[in-house]
C-alpha cells in the first residue's frame, strides 16, 4: 500500500527533475555540457521510481541513464537523432508516471521506446534487472547523526549473493571496507541482526564520503563489494528543489491557500493600520504617535514578506522554453536560437500559472511567422540562424515580459488590409491611426493575416486570447516591429493584485485611485504645452504625441475646479499611453483591493474599491479603460 | 368537549419601512441588519438610483434609493432615515429609506395579489399587499426590484 505522502513527495521530485531534464538535454545537445548531471537525473528516476515500485518507469530509466554511461565513457556519440530519442525517452518516463498515477494518459510507445535503447546500446545484452533484487529501505538520517558527516551523503544498498558463506560476517567486512572511503553513519540491518541465522544477505547503508562519485564506485567495486550479486550506489537526499547549481536550499511546500489566508489578514492589518495612524495623528498623545509609528512599519514589513512568500520566479515558466523552440525550429525547417533573459525575475504566482499560456503562444507565432527559414534569411543578408530573446524584467511595482524576434516584421499593410476586409475597421478610423496603432490591431479577435493556417499556430484566435488572458491579469500587452527586421510584444503585469501600491488623485470633491503600475509619470502640463490633434488636447511625452483626457468628464464627476496648469497621470494602455488630468495629486499608499459585490455589474473602467485608513470607500480605476 | 382544532395560520413577518408616505415590507430572512445613513462614495456611469457604496465594517455595498428606483417622489431625507441592508440571490444592497417602523407578522389570508400599480409601484416588483387593521402594507419582490441583470441592462443603454 503506496503511502501518499510518498507518492506526494515522487511525484514532486520526478516533475521537477523532468523539467529540468528537458532544458539540460536541449543544453547538451548545443555544447556537449552536463552528462554528469543528465545520467544523475535518469539514475535518480530509476532509483525512486523503483522504490515506489513503478518497475516500467525504473526500466526505462535505467536504459537511459546506460546510455548517457556510454555517452560519458566516450563510447556514443551525441547525435540530434540521440538527444530526440532521450527527449522522447523523457517524454515516456512523464506518460508511465501519469499512467501509474493518474491512469489517464498511456505510455503506448513504451515497448518501442526499450527497443529503441537497445539500439543505442549496442549488444549490451539483457541486464538483469538489480531493481528487482535490492533492498528498498527508507532510512532517514536523525539530525545529530547528520553531524557526524564529513563529505556528500551517500547510500549504497547491497543483496549478497545466494551462495555467499557466513553473510554476516562479509557485510560486516563491508562496512568495515566503507569505513575506510568514509563515515558510516547507519546501517540496516545494524549491528546484531547481521549475526543472526535467518540475515538474508541484504543491506543499505547510509555514509558520508568526500570521495567523488567516479572514485567511490571504482574502490567500492574493486575491493569492497565482493560476493555481491547486485548493489547501488546513490546520493542520500540528493536533488532538492530550489537552484540549479546544487545548493541546498531549506523550502517546504505550502499550499496556496494557506498563502492566500495569509495575504488576506496582511490586507486586513494594513486597514486596522491606516485607521490606527488617522486616530493616532489627530490625539494629542506623543507615545501613541510612536506605538502607531512602529505598528506601521512593522506591518509594512509583514505585508511585504507575505507577498513575497506568492512570489515564484519565472524560472518556473521560462524553463520549459528551450525544449519548446528547438522541436519547433526542427519541425518547420527554421534554425532558432532561444536567449533567455532574467529569469530570476519574481511574480506573483498566480500571475505565473495566467503567463505561460499567452508566452507559449507568443514564441510559437515568434518562431512560425517571424523567423523566417534559413535560405529566406541568408538572401535578405541575415544570419542564418533566427534569434527569439525571452526577457523579464521589473519596473517599478510592475514586471515587463518581452518575446522579441529579428524576423519579418509585422506586415502593416497587410494588417490594415485584412483589418478592412474582416470589417473590424472603417477606412475612416484606419486614417487615424499611425503604423503603431496599426501593428497593435493584431490583438483584435479575427485577425490572423497568415495565409495558410498551420497547424502550430495562427487561426486568428491566437493574439486576442493572448490579450484578454493578460488583461485578466492585470496587465497590458503591446507589439511593436520594424518591418524586416523583427518584433518585439512586451507585457507589462502588476506584481500582485491584492494588495497594491496606488496613486490616490483628487477630481472635484471625489477620491479615486490608480495602480502605479499602470503609471508611468506624473506631469504638469502648461496650456501652452497643448496641441490640438483632430479635435482632442494632445501633449509630448517621450517623443509621442499622447492624448489627453479630463478624469472629471470622463467620470461625469459633478464638480470640477478649473486649473491652469494640468495635473496630469500618464497612464500606459498597453497599445498606447494617454494622459488623464486631476486636480490633486493626493499622494502614494499600499491599499488592499476589494471587490465591489455582485449588485453592481463589471464597469471596464473600475479596478475594485478600497477603504481607507478614515474608513472612507475610494474608487480603484483601470488606466487600460478609461479612454 | 370537542376540542377545536386551531390551524396554523402561515405568518409573513415583514420589515417594514417608509418612503414617503407609503409603507413598505420586505421578508425578514432577508434583512441582514439597518443602518444610519454613512458617507456614500459615488460610482461613476450607474443608474441614478444606485447612489453608490457605503463601508460596512470592511466589506463594501452598494447603495441604492428605493424611491428613485419606483420613481416616486423624492423628498429630504430626515433623521429618520436608515439604510435597510438586505441579502438578494447572495448580494448584499443597502437600501435608503424614510424611516423604519416595527417588524410586523402578517397572515397569509390578509395578503392579496397585487394591483398593477401600489404605492406608485408597478405590480411585477411586487409580491403581494398586506392588510394589517387599516394600514396596505405594499411587499416588494426583491429579486425583481434589486436584480442585477436589469442594473446591467440600464448600464448597457446608457453607453
Redesign the interface.
Known amino acids: 500500500m503506496k503511502n501518499q505522502q510518498y507518492l506526494e513527495a515522487y511525484l514532486d521530485e520526478s516533475s521537477e527533475l523532468l523539467e529540468k531534464l528537458d532544458s539540460r538535454l536541449v543544453e547538451f545537445e548545443a555544447s556537449g555540457d552536463g552528462v554528469d548531471e543528465l545520467f544523475r537525473i535518469f539514475h535518480t528516476l530509476k532509483g525512486s521510481s523503483a522504490s515506489m515500485g513503478f518497475e516500467r518507469v525504473a526500466l526505462l530509466s535505467h536504459r537511459l541513464e546506460d546510455i548517457l554511461g556510454l555517452v560519458r565513457e566516450g563510447k556514443l556519440a551525441v547525435s540530434s537523432d540521440l538527444v530526440d530519442f532521450l527527449l522522447q525517452g523523457a517524454d515516456g518516463i512523464r506518460k508511465l508516471i501519469a499512467e501509474e498515477t493518474e491512469g489517464g494518459e498511456v505510455c503506448a510507445n513504451y515497448q518501442d521506446l526499450l527497443r529503441q535503447a537497445e539500439a543505442f546500446l549496442g549488444d549490451r545484452g539483457e541486464e538483469a534487472p538489480e531493481a528487482a533484487h535490492l533492498p528498498s529501505v527508507k532510512l532517514e538520517l536523525t539530525d545529530r547523526e547528520r553531524k557526524q558527516a564529513a563529505g556528500a551523503l551517500w547510500k549504497l544498498s547491497l543483496q549478497l549473493a545466494e551462495d555467499c558463506p557466513l553473510k554476516g560476517a562479509r557485510s560486516l567486512l563491508i562496512l568495515k571496507g566503507i569505513e575506510e572511503l568514509g563515515k558510516v553513519l547507519k546501517s540496516h540491518p545494524a549491528g546484531s541482526a547481521l549475526e543472526s541465522e535467518s540475515y538474508d544477505g541484504s543491506l543499505v547503508v547510509i555514509f558520508s564520503s568526500s570521495l567523488s562519485w567516479g572514485e567511490l564506485e571504482r574502490r567500492l567495486t574493486e575491493k569492497v563489494l565482493t560476493e555481491v550479486a547486485a548493489y547501488r550506489l546513490e546520493q542520500y537526499d540528493a536533488p532538492k528543489q530550489g537552484n540549479g547549481n546544487g545548493k541546498r536550499t531549506t523550502s517546504i511546500r505550502v499550499e496556496a491557500a494557506k498563502l492566500d489566508q495569509l495575504l488576506n489578514l496582511a490586507g486586513?492589518l494594513v486597514?486596522v493600520q491606516a485607521q490606527l495612524d488617522q486616530l493616532a495623528g489627530s490625539e494629542e498623545n506623543d507615545a501613541l504617535k510612536q506605538v502607531a509609528a512602529d505598528n506601521q512599519r512593522l506591518i509594512m514589513d509583514l505585508q511585504a514578506a507575505v507577498m513575497k512568500a506568492r512570489m515564484v520566479p519565472l524560472t518556473s515558466v521560462f524553463g520549459r522554453f528551450p525544449r519548446l523552440v528547438r522541436d519547433l525550429a526542427r519541425e518547420l525547417n527554421k534554425k532558432v536560437e532561444l536567449v533567455v533573459l532574467g529569469s530570476e525575475t519574481e511574480v506573483d504566482r498566480t500571475v505565473a500559472e495566467g503567463i505561460t499560456e499567452p508566452l507559449l503562444h507568443l514564441v510559437r507565432n515568434a518562431i512560425d511567422h517571424g523567423i523566417e527559414r534559413p535560405e529566406l534569411r541568408k538572401a535578405k543578408g541575415k544570419e542564418e540562424t533566427g534569434r527569439v530573446i525571452l526577457q523579464a524584467s521589473q519596473e517599478g511595482e510592475a514586471v515587463l515580459i518581452s518575446v522579441e524576434d529579428d524576423g519579418a516584421g509585422i506586415d502593416v499593410e497587410s494588417v490594415r488590409r485584412t483589418a478592412l476586409e474582416r470589417g473590424l475597421v472603417t477606412e475612416s478610423q484606419l486614417e487615424k491611426l499611425s503604423d503603431h496603432e496599426i501593428m497593435n490591431l493584431i490583438f483584435l479577435p479575427g485577425l490572423s493575416t497568415n495565409e495558410e493556417v498551420t497547424d502550430v499556430s495562427g487561426r486568428g484566435v491566437g493574439m486576442d486570447v493572448v490579450r484578454s488572458t493578460i488583461e485578466d491579469l492585470g496587465g497590458v500587452v503591446s507589439a511593436v516591429s520594424t518591418p524586416g527586421e523583427g518584433t518585439k510584444i512586451t507585457i507589462r503585469l502588476p506584481l500582485t493584485l491584492a494588495i497594491v501600491k496606488a496613486l490616490l488623485v483628487g477630481v472635484g470633491s471625489?477620491t479615486y485611485a490608480i495602480p502605479l503600475s499602470q503609471i508611468v509619470e506624473l506631469v504638469r502640463l502648461a496650456p501652452e504645452d497643448l496641441q490640438d490633434v483632430r479635435g482632442q488636447d494632445c501633449f509630448f511625452y517621450d517623443e509621442q504625441v499622447v492624448g489627453l483626457y479630463d478624469l472629471a468628464e470622463l467620470?461625469?464627476?459633478p464638480d470640477k475646479k478649473c486649473s491652469k496648469v494640468h495635473k496630469v497621470v500618464v497612464i500606459d494602455c498597453g497599445q498606447r499611453l494617454i494622459g488623464c488630468c486631476v486636480d490633486e495629486f493626493l499622494g502614494q499608499q499600499n491599499i488592499v483591493v476589494?471587490?465591489?459585490?455582485?449588485?453592481?455589474?463589471q464597469?471596464p473602467?473600475?479596478g475594485g474599491?478600497t477603504?481607507l485608513g478614515d474608513?472612507?470607500?475610494?474608487?480603484i480605476l483601470d488606466g487600460r479603460n478609461l479612454v | 368537549m370537542k376540542r377545536k382544532e386551531l390551524k396554523q395560520e402561515e405568518m409573513e413577518q415583514l420589515v417594514v419601512f417608509r418612503l414617503g408616505k407609503e409603507e413598505f415590507g420586505v421578508q425578514i430572512l432577508q434583512v441582514q441588519e439597518i443602518i444610519l445613513l454613512s458617507?456614500i462614495?459615488?460610482?461613476?456611469?450607474?443608474p441614478a438610483f444606485?447612489e453608490g457604496?457605503?463601508?460596512l465594517r470592511?466589506?463594501?455595498?452598494?447603495v441604492v434609493d428605493l424611491r428613485k428606483r419606483f420613481g416616486l417622489e423624492v423628498g429630504e431625507l430626515g433623521e429618520d432615515a436608515r439604510i435597510v441592508v438586505v441579502e438578494?440571490?447572495?448580494?448584499?444592497?443597502g437600501m435608503i429609506v424614510d424611516e423604519v417602523t416595527q417588524p410586523l407578522s402578517i397572515p397569509a389570508s390578509q395578503i392579496q395579489p397585487p394591483p398593477p400599480l401600489a404605492g406608485g409601484v408597478e405590480a411585477e416588483y411586487l409580491r403581494g399587499i398586506g392588510k394589517l387593521e387599516d394600514r396596505l402594507i405594499v411587499i416588494l419582490n426583491l429579486e425583481r426590484a434589486?436584480s442585477?441583470e436589469e442594473?446591467?441592462a440600464l448600464?448597457e443603454m446608457e453607453v
Open positions: 486586513e486597514i471625489e467620470l461625469e464627476v476589494k471587490a465591489i459585490g455582485g449588485y453592481l455589474p464597469y473602467y473600475l474599491a477603504i474608513g472612507q470607500v475610494v474608487l | 458617507p462614495t459615488r460610482v461613476p456611469k450607474t444606485v457604496v457605503i463601508n470592511g466589506e463594501i455595498i452598494p438578494v440571490e447572495g448580494n448584499l444592497v434589486l442585477p442594473v446591467k448600464a
